[in-house]
């Protein structure tokens, strides 16, 4: 089973990824911002990240920088989940490592289908 460490500092926003994921079959780790991200990554399998990028204490775009320099996880995919659409914020995510951007409100078939890409379940 795959594992997915979904970020966002809206819990209602993490439980409703978290219920399409599970409900596609994987497995899901949550945290409520890039620091705390971090912390969970600590050698555990990851096989996606789906991160916000508005919050405190880390953004999604510095988290993502982060994790790419940690070498368990620098080719672990990265799907964006956020309401910035403008594409100056998608090249910065992308040049931070970001494989995909699916803009918020957001159907779950849409992420799943981001994921499901990106990841064998």
Do not use: H
Not at 66 to 76: I, N, Q, S
């Amino acid at each position: 089973m795959a594992t997915i460490l979904v970020i966002d500092d809206s819990a209602s926003l993490r439980q409703v990824v978290s219920i399409a994921l599970k409900g596609a079959g994987y497995s899901v780790i949550e945290a409520c911002d890039g620091k705390d991200a971090l912390s969970k990554l600590d050698g555990q399998k990851i096989n996606l990240i789906v991160s916000d990028v508005n919050m405190p204490n880390m953004d999604g775009i510095t988290f993502v920088r982060e994790a790419k320099k940690l070498p368990a996880y620098k080719f672990t995919p990265v799907i964006m989940l956020t309401t910035e659409a403008g594409e100056k914020m998608k090249q910065e995510g992308q040049a931070a490592g970001a494989k995909a951007w699916v803009v918020k409100p957001f159907k779950p078939e849409q992420m799943l289908a981001a994921v499901s890409k990106l990841v064998a379940p």
